[in-house]
């Protein structure tokens, strides 16, 4: 059943269909992402020409103040309010009572003299009793608000309200003092009794009397925000607001934004809606259009690839839908999102000129949900695309931190340009917006993490990775180096021989050295079946067949994919295994077979390697290189004639082959691989100075 439906459907339609599907999928979740109500059509910012026709006021409206000025009059109102208390009466009691029972209990054991003792104890009362009668206030109270900002206070006793001051009344600290200046006095009046009054605490039986009236403030706080009016004045119908060329100043500001409240809040008649809801279709339409467009023109190899417009469309559409949360919600500003993450993510995977692009689009998609689009997409688009060119590679940690601090600069430098441009002075710029930025720039640290999770979960192969693969104390080179150390002597040097030349004519420099540490891992099992393993006089191929050499020669690629999958190498490395002998063939053993067997006609299958063939100029130029460097080694005489002989006839062999049919090289590339393998090889095989015998 499969095979019919696979001889049924063409694979290209089948991809076409995936596409459209995707695209689909894609521009149903950035639709919900818009707002759904109407959008203001004018474009504008404070301190700018109003660039538009002259404006007229559609229908009447009121000016609404901005939440600054809301925020500023509820301040003022609130510290205009006069704060209740309620005098504590219980407390009063509570004090005095404890206070008079010691002062009894020390008369009992004092002196004989009752009447003095009496007369000092009533004192002592008559001094706490003036104290709590002006009234104690609380300690929380005065340490957590400003009483030099209040004038007045109320003071609620039996149902009495009284207005006072607060520096009429005490505060425990005050109190405390007033006792104790009055205790001194008594000392000096009682001096029998100085020696007690002297180490008499005060503090003992002084509490707060006078309670702060939390529910009779919060009600008055209430009523009073319930007063406080959210608009100055009203905008009539057909009032002129703003001419073209006029500078649109803060009232003029005001009064457009109260428009474009009104205007987005109202959805008007149902045709308007449908209009509405058919304008966010075709904008998200057009621009996913647009990125369709550039990647079939400009990045065709991505549209063919499921898993790359895939990654592109998902990781496009968690940030503007993220982004599109924040918003609505209002949970934090919409500057703390790292937005610049997306591009560094893609650039990541993909390329620069990818990463920008989806940068602006999604940029473009946000900046119709904010409130001021035009500064957002300025920010975004150009510090989006400061960060992907200032990090060319993520080869170290430390290339993210120095990202990071690029996009806190480039956030703040654009930003405080933008605002003196409206504002024309220092006072008029949100320094508060500098600390979103900083806690952007953090947070686009995570993208170091995000790398690892995606890296997972599409299969990509970050540089990261690539460098770690190729330590010296990962298992499968440590366990090539102790089986093959031949082999891994010739893995290192095509890794150099490769890794030069795919820089000179561009590619991914890190895959390639990757690649070639791996490709012959197969010979670990049959180390001693190859002769760069074999130590002199030693050839276990002596006791084979020539099918049978062949056979353990090509078997050394599939034993290579299986040691790769084993070991969960990334695909991208396992193509080096597969594909670093193509369609090639055994040389040695098919000529020897022949030579043995004239009359015979060979199955040239016997002898010849399953490929594929390469497909990237990756594993094409490490092909190359492999084959090169290989060759070379059998040079009986290694000048620059003879290797400048063996790279031609190896490029040529290659090319008639057909083994390069796929491989993305153009005749230049071919040139310059050409010159370099032939002055790489020399350098190597350089000739050294005979050292002369000491005369003795």
Known sequence: MKQILRKRINPKTGHRFFLVALFLLTSVALYFSLPQDARFRYEYQKGRPWLHETLYAPYNFAIQKSDSEISFEKDSLLKELIPYFVYADTVTKREMEHLSKVLDRINSTGSKNNAQQNLLKNKILQVYKDIYAVGILEQDYINGSNLSQKHELKVLKNNMGSVTQPSALYSLKSAYHEVRSKLDELSLQFKDSKNFLDHFQPELYLSSNLVYDLERNRQMEEKLVENLS??????????????????????TFSILESLRFTYEKSRGENSKYILTVLGRILLVIMLLLTLYLFLLNIRRKLIRSKRDVTFILITLSIMIVGCSVVIRTAAFDIYVVPFTALALIIRTFLDTRVAIFVNTIAALIIGF?????????????????????SLNKMQKREQLILTALMVFLSYSIIYIGISLVQEANLSGIDWLKIKWFALNATLTLITYLLIYLLEKSFGFVSDITLIELTFSNQKLIKKLAMEAPGTMHHSLQVANLAEMAIAKIGGNSLLVRAGALYHDIGKIDNAIYFIENQTIGIN?????????????????????????????????????????????????????????????????????????????????????????????????????????????????????????????????????????????????????????????
Do not use: W
Not at 369 to 389: D, K, R
């Open 230 to 251: 959210a608009n100055h004045g009203i905008v009539q119908e057909g009032e002129r607001i703003t001419s073209q060329g006029d500078i649109i100043s803060t009232h």
């Open 369 to 389: 949900i904010v409130p001021n689009g035009y500064e957002f997409v300025l920010l975004q688009i150009t510090v989006g695309s400061i960060a992907v060119i």
């Open 540 to 696: 276990p191929h002596d006791k084979l067949t020539c099918k049978e050499s062949a056979a353990i020669i090509i078997d050394h690629v599939e034993r290579g994919v299986e040691l790769a999958k084993k070991y969960k190498l990334p695909e991208q490395i396992i193509d080096f295994i597969r594909t670093h002998h193509g369609t090639t063939q055994t040389g040695y053993f098919y000529q020897k077979y022949l030579n043995s067997n004239p009359d015979e006609v060979v199955d040239k299958k016997l002898f010849t390697y399953k490929g594929p063939l390469p497909t990237t100029k990756e594993t094409a130029v490490f092909m190359l290189a492999d084959s090169i460097e290989a060759a070379s080694r059998s040079l009986p005489v290694k000048n620059s004639e003879t290797i400048r002989n063996l790279v031609e006839q190896i490029f040529k062999q290659k090319v008639e082959m057909g083994q390069l049919e796929y491989a993305p090289l153009t005749f230049k590339d071919i040139r310059v691989l050409k010159g370099l393998f032939h002055e790489k090889l020399i350098n190597s095989y350089h000739v050294r100075v005979n050292y002369p015998e000491l005369k003795s």
